[in-house]
């Protein structure tokens, strides 16, 4: 080990450990903790070092995460945040074996682990993946926690226009669009578990 390098019984070799957030104030505001990830992102997709980042937003339906490869700035916003459900991303690195190009994959650290073992025996995957971004994870989580959610505050999941587990500012509010307007409620994190 050369003398840059540290080491820490919970997270292994280190050369340094930073924090940050956006400078666009927009993307800190409706991220879940600062927008570094989705800004890193458009960084690298704007100066071309990159073709696409593995990413998951919602679905058609507002509630239902859907992985995909994100090509611009726009559809990294539109993936920005965290989603406390569970999240398939095995269909996307199919996708990026086939492609041509180079991406970054974002995901927990289940995901991350996953994905590099895939890396050390699919060599068209590991040729095109330039990064992995592991983000946190704070559990896992299953969609009857969300199902949960909706039934506690009365919401009808197919009157939902826009759902996020943190928006609305520094780590966020449980924010509910739906058919009868808009509402707040306690952050997942100050919620008895279910």
Do not use: W
């Amino acid at each position: 080990m050369d003398t840059c390098t540290k080491e820490d019984k919970y997270i292994g070799r280190y050369i340094g450990l930073h924090t940050g957030y956006s400078l666009d104030d927009a993307i800190r505001y409706h991220s879940a903790s600062g927008g570094m990830v989705s800004q890193f992102l458009i960084y690298l997709l704007e100066k071309n070092i990159i073709d696409g980042a593995l990413v998951t937003g919602y679905g058609d339906d507002h509630i239902t995460p859907i992985s995909f490869i994100a090509r611009t700035a726009d559809e990294v916003i539109n993936a920005q945040s965290s989603k406390y459900c569970p999240v398939a991303l095995n269909k996307v690195g199919n996708e990026i074996a086939r492609s041509e190009g180079k991406f970054v994959v974002v995901g927990t650290p289940c995901h991350i682990q996953g994905f590099r073992k895939r890396a050390a025996i699919d060599r068209r995957f590991r040729e095109h993946v330039v990064g992995y971004f592991s983000i946190y994870c704070s559990s896992g989580r299953t969609f009857n926690g969300q199902d949960y959610i909706f039934r506690h505050y009365g919401v009808k999941k197919s009157n939902i226009k826009y759902f996020a587990y943190r928006d609305e500012g520094c780590l966020g509010k449980l924010t509910i669009l739906h058919g009868g307007g808009g509402e707040e409620f306690p952050s997942p994190r100050t919620m008895v578990r279910c």
